[in-house]
C-alpha cells in the first residue's frame, strides 16, 4: 500500500492510509469513523478499496437514509 491509498478494516472501517511507518511496521491510517488516525501493523489483513466502489457505497449508503 502507499500513502493516500484507501482501505478497509474488519473492525475499523474504510480509511486512508497518512503515514508509512516502516521503523514500527505500521500504517498510519485515518479511519472514516473515528476521531483519531490508529496504527496498524504491516501484518494485519487490509483490503484496498477503488475508488468506484467507495463512491458506490457512499452513494447506497445515501440512498438508503
Same mark, same amino acid.
Given at each position: 500500500f502507499a500513502r493516500g491509498d484507501r482501505v478497509r478494516h474488519k473492525v475499523f472501517g474504510d480509511g486512508t492510509i497518512t503515514e508509512i511507518d516502516t521503523d514500527a511496521g505500521a500504517y498510519v491510517i485515518r479511519f472514516d469513523r473515528l476521531a483519531t488516525d490508529r496504527e496498524v501493523s504491516f501484518r494485519a489483513k487490509l483490503e484496498k478499496v477503488s475508488e468506484n466502489t467507495d463512491q458506490t457505497s457512499k452513494n447506497h449508503s &445515501? &440512498?438508503?437514509?
Open positions: &445515501a &440512498a438508503t437514509l
